[in-house]
Nanobody, 125 residues
Framework: QVELVESGGGLVQAGGSLRLSCVAS????????MGWFRQAPQKEREFVAA???????DYADSVKGRFTISRDNAKNMVYLQMNSLKPEDTAVYYC???????????????????WGKGTLVTVSS
């Protein structure tokens, strides 16, 4: 069992920044691959970024160059630094724990076995 708790969402103007945090418990964190997904109203949940347990990182094309995923194994934390935010980044952001990290599964929900409850990010224009 893995428990994930996100924090750091809020309201920000376009062009601004936010940092999301996720604390994980239940397993040896340093051996777990983690990620962030988001879901906007009336849309499906979509991949944002992932960091495998050995450090390999992937991003959705829509956030490359603006978002940075990182982790602190000593604190069981994964972060998402979001810069140059756009109104289309508005969504509920979910922390994710992977059980499959193949190239096919990494960018879809099919590789995720645990989710946080989400944190809302609203970007105003």
């Amino acid at each position: 069992q893995v428990e994930l708790v996100e924090s750091g969402g809020g309201l920000v103007q376009a062009g601004g920044s936010l940092r999301l945090s996720c604390v994980a418990s239940g397993r040896t964190f340093s051996m777990q691959s983690m990620g962030w997904f988001r879901q906007a109203p009336q849309k499906e949940r979509e991949f944002v970024a992932a960091i495998r347990w050995y450090g390999n990182i992937d991003y959705a094309d829509s956030v490359k160059g603006r978002f940075t995923i990182s982790r602190d194994n000593a604190k069981n934390m994964v972060y998402l630094q979001m810069n140059s935010l756009k109104p289309e980044d508005t969504a509920v952001y979910y922390c994710a724990h992977y059980f499959l990290t193949t190239s096919t599964h990494l960018t879809t929900t099919s590789g995720v076995d645990y989710w946080g409850k989400g944190t809302l990010v609203t970007v105003s224009s």
